[in-house]
């Protein structure tokens, strides 16, 4: 649960990011605003996992029991 909580709010960050980016590129470059916030959007899905896969990694292994013979 932890982990599909993270990836949420790192995702809206991300998504914010680029957007503001996209405003900026459209006054600059009306025509690349759009495929370059497409890029930003699906590079931060993207991004979002692996970070939020890598927050939320246990921080140490699992013991095992003892084996009994």
């Not at 916030?37 to 899905?45: G, I, K, R």
């Not at 993207?46 to 939020?52: R, Y």
């Amino acid at each position: 649960m932890i982990l599909l909580v993270v990836y949420l709010a790192l995702m809206i960050a991300g998504n914010f990011i680029a957007y503001g980016i996209g405003l900026i590129i459209e006054k600059n470059m009306p025509s690349a605003s759009l495929p370059a916030f497409l890029f930003m959007y699906f590079l931060s899905l993207g991004l979002s996992w692996v970070i939020a896969v890598r927050l939320t990694r246990p921080k140490t292994a699992p013991k095992t029991a003892p084996k009994t013979a």
